[in-house]
């Protein structure tokens, strides 16, 4: 699977939960800005989305920067959607909390499945912590 269809498929995710959801499609030589792969929404919650997959990324501390700063002068908060290879599993790790090196047991441990995601932050059933 190419990262392209993870995007798309988070974005089904995201929309079968009411949530309005996108993609930027910038990509490789294209992407001198730096643009999040999703932009999603609900009810003044906005989620910028790095998606990565892969059984382990690397992103530059600038480019993880750029996204927080990005996000937070559009009033969202910037996370990174890891989808480990070989799983429909996403986690969800706070890019201020995320490390340049991620594989699926780190991701696990930083951050929180896409469901439980969702749930706490776009519908807040209980009070997103980060």
């Known amino acids: 699977m190419k ?7 988070l974005v089904k995710i995201l929309e079968r939960h009411n949530i309005v959801a996108f993609r930027i499609p910038a990509s490789g030589a294209a992407r001198k800005a730096v643009l999040p792969d999703i932009v999603a929404g609900y009810r ?3 989620a910028f989305f790095e998606v990565k997959h892969a059984q382990r990324i ?15 002068r559009f009033g969202a908060k910037a996370f990174i959607a890891f989808r480990p290879k070989g799983s429909s599993d996403y986690f969800i790790i706070p890019v201020e909390k995320s490390p340049a090196t991620l594989d699926s047991m780190k991701a696990k441990l930083l951050g929180k499945h896409i469901e439980t995601f ?5 519908l807040e059933e209980r009070a997103f912590r980060e």
């Open 3 to 9: 990262g392209i269809q993870a995007e798309r498929d």
């Open 118 to 122: 969702i749930r706490e932050f776009f």
């Open 44 to 46: 003044g919650k906005i």
């Open 58 to 72: 690397y992103i530059g501390s600038k480019r993880l920067e750029a996204l927080r700063d990005k996000a937070e």
